[in-house]
C-alpha cells in the first residue's frame, strides 16, 4: 500500500509501538494497516465417512478441496455453509475447525474445516468443473501435491479422527 486509502496521500512507514514500523498517512493522521481477504476451505466427508468430496475448478486438472471466500459481515463458519450449499447443496450434518493458513498467491488467510455432509448427492454449480468422492486412503495422494489443500488434508488426517 502506497497511497491512503481515505485521502489518496502517498503514505510514509512510522513506528507504531510494538507493530514496528507500519504506513501512516500524514494528512489523515492515521496508520493504514494492511488489509488483505478471508477464506474458508472444506474436508467434506461422505455420510459414511469413508470418502472425501475432492474439486476441479477453473480449468485446473489438479484436485482441490472445496474454497470460498468469507464476504464482508459474514464470519467464517457462515461462509463454510453458504459455499458448500452454493457449489454443491450438500446439506451439513456438522463441521470442526481444522487449522488455518495464509495463501501469499492470493493474498488470503484460509480457515479450513472438517465437514461431515448429511447426503453424497452433490449437486455441483457451474464453477466446478468436475468432482469425485475419493477414498480416505487416496486422498492425500490424489489433491494437488504441496498445495494448502494437501497440507489441511494431512493436517486433519494426522489427528486421527474422521469427524
Sequence with gaps: MKYCPECGTKLVMKRNGIDGMVPYC?????FRFIKFSSAISA??????RDKVLLLQQYGNPHYILLSGYINPGENAKEA?????????????AKYEYNDNAYFAGHDVLIHN????A??????ANNEIDKYNWIP???VIDTIMPNSLAQSFAKEWFNKKHLI
Design 26 to 30: 500524514p494528512h489523515c493522521q492515521q
Design 43 to 48: 474436508i467434506i466427508f461422505n455420510p459414511q
Design 80 to 92: 463454510l455453509k453458504r459455499e458448500i450449499t452454493e457449489e454443491t447443496k450438500l446439506p451439513i
Design 113 to 116: 474445516y472438517a465437514v461431515l
Design 118 to 123: 448429511d447426503s453424497d448427492n452433490v449437486q
Design 136 to 138: 480416505v486412503n487416496q
